[in-house]
């Protein structure tokens, strides 16, 4: 959909910002460029709607040379977001996300019906129409500069750090609503981020680049997690990729041991060791500590609270949370209905992770 061949970038000034770069990017995926600061994101970015021309190579938009088609033209068909969302300040929200299909042609009345139907997609309630930009909080006019871009219905989205300038919760809930919105709509994402979480987390493909504009590694998440190319991918992947990819690897190989169970309601007496209680319906409700002595009847106030629990077939990483956030050191496991179906120990998935990556290095030596 969208084809980088030999790119390259040399600025007036003798920098080379882009080095004889080919990537291609599938229809109707995310594709993430990360790197340092300065490292040419933005360039490369910027040469696919022609901000920027390369000084040699060639860029495709859906199999056509950009360089053949009329930039308006061009940027019609190529939403565009960034950082600081770039709002008109003086227009209303409904009127900034109305502007480029008014400017199109588009009715006025039709544009802010959609411009409408838009703030819901991104999910604004309706009244914030009416308000200026300087009215909502930073996040809100990052979902307001993602309705704009996605207002002339797009096959092609650039995202240039768009979410860098939210704190951390609200920069996650975008991340969300832009998967979301990815799955409905499925346009081709380009997006540009430092962060490499943002990029492992939102990309089904994530490109390096290094200084100079080199690409270092292209690859699916996993794969970037699992086996970095070289040190310095190594190093920018960070060392705790481990625990970063166990958001991508799911439990295959994960074996839930049986624990002491015990209903609430029930006789305990005096506990040996960490116990579990379970409500009526096999939910687990938390845990009985050794030596507990409980007179008659268990119920809740005697319970000591219980770690997250892990549903099975979810990602690893959750399995490994419940079993470090447990009192007992025993993470429970629950089916999708919240039933108890065993506990795992953080050794144990740390052994599952190990057989996991074997193949991996394997395959690379
Ligand atoms: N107009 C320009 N003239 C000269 N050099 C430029 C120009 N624009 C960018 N550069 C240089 O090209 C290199 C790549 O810049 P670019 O903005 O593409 O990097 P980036 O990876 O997006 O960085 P950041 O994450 O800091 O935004 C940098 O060394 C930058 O200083």
Redesign the pocket.
């Known amino acids: 959909m969208i084809e980088f061949r030999s790119v390259r970038k040399e600025?007036?000034?003798g920098?080379v910002?882009v080095h004889d770069l080919s990537l291609s990017v599938r229809e109707g995926s995310i594709t993430v460029l990360v790197?340092p600061?300065?490292?040419?994101?933005?360039?490369?970015m910027r040469m696919v709607n022609r901000m920027i021309e390369p000084t040699s190579g060639t860029v495709l938009v859906g199999g056509a040379d950009v360089r053949r088609s009329d930039p308006a033209r061009l940027r019609r068909g190529i939403g565009y977001v960034i950082q600081q969302a770039g709002l008109f300040p003086h227009r209303t929200v409904l009127d900034n996300v109305a502007t480029v299909p008014v400017l199109s042609g588009t009715p006025r009345r039709a544009a802010r019906t959609r411009a409408a139907e838009l703030l819901e997609l991104v999910g604004l309630p309706q009244e914030l129409g009416g308000r200026y930009p300087a009215q909502l909080s930073g996040g809100q006019q990052q979902r307001v500069g993602v309705a704009r871009a996605l207002a002339a219905d797009p096959p092609v989205l650039l995202m240039d750090?768009p979410f860098s300038a939210v704190d951390p919760v609200v920069r996650e809930g975008l991340q969300d609503e832009l998967l979301r919105l990815q799955d409905e709509l499925g346009k081709t994402v380009l997006f540009?981020t430092?962060d490499i979480d943002e990029a492992v987390r939102l990309g089904e493909k994530v490109a390096v680049?290094r200084q100079g504009?080199h690409l270092a590694q292209y690859a699916a998440p996993d794969d970037l997690l699992a086996g970095p190319a070289d040190d310095f991918v190594t190093s920018f992947v960070g060392r705790d990729r481990g625990y970063r990819r166990l958001s991508f690897v799911t439990a295959d190989g994960i074996r839930p041991q049986p624990a002491p169970t015990v209903h609430i309601g029930q006789e305990v007496g005096r506990a040996e060791e960490w116990v579990l209680a379970l409500d009526g319906a096999d939910r687990p409700r938390g845990w009985v500590a050794p030596g507990a002595v409980v007179d008659g009847a268990l119920d809740e106030d005697s319970l000591v609270a219980g770690g997250s629990l892990y549903t099975e077939n979810a990602p690893l990483r959750g399995a490994l949370d419940a079993a470090l956030s447990a009192p007992s050191g025993l993470g429970v496991v629950v089916d999708a209905e919240g039933r108890y179906v065993g506990v795992v120990t953080a050794e144990h998935v740390l052994d599952v992770i190990e057989d996991h990556r074997r193949p991996v290095r394997e395959g690379q030596s």
């Open positions: 600025y007036d000034n920098t910002a790197g600061s300065g490292c040419g994101k933005t360039t490369l750090e540009v430092h680049l504009g």
